[in-house]
């Protein structure tokens, strides 16, 4: 069964800072793994989406990596803003019609 | 483009009354539609999915059901509400398995 782990639960950083969000997941055949942002109350924007055979995708000053073999990825945020504040999900795509999600990641960006 | 609606956006409701929530998309034709409930400091949880009109998977069995009446309506009820469906609703769309999934603004169950 596909679980999937996101630490830390939260992390607060001062502007500026890189940081780097770790999510692993337990089986490796997954098809693919996405990153989600949600802000408080509202719904999943998706972010980045890694196919299985791909290393990392880059957007902006986002970028995702993907290690299969060692059931983890990472999004790396450059340059954090106060607007980056936010719930960041990891969700590993198993096949079918299920999508396995992390309990995700709570960013706090200091001004 | 497309677009997802949910409604209502919050809705306290007591133990033991009906339930009905509501998504519809727009912009697209014949989605895969999903119905996710999320609680406090978990992950989402997969409750329905649907391939078309009439056609649903339950993931959980649960005091829940889902229907499709439309090819872009998505429909949750539950006849008897419990304390512990309380939650975070959301509904999502995906052109096809294994691509990004596109979620609506959510509706906030209360339980009391």
Known sequence: KQEVTQIPAALSVPEGENLVLNCSFTDSAIYNLQWFRQDPGKGLTSLLLIQSSQREQTSGRLNASLDKSSGRSTLYIAASQPGDSATYLCAAYTGGFKTIFGAGTRLFVKA | SQTIHQWPATLVQPVGSPLSLECTVEGTSN?????????????LQLLFYSVGIGQISSEVPQNLSASRPQDRQFI??????????????????GGGTGETQYFGPGTRLLVL
């Not at chain 2, 989605?31 to 992950?43: D, E, F, M």
């Not at chain 2, 949750?76 to 769309?93: E, H």
């Open chain 2, 76 to 93: 949750l009820s539950s006849k008897k509400l419990l304390l512990s469906d309380s939650g975070f609703y959301l509904c999502a769309w």
């Open chain 2, 31 to 43: 989605p895969n539609l999903y119905w996710y409930r999320q609680a406090a400091g978990r992950g």
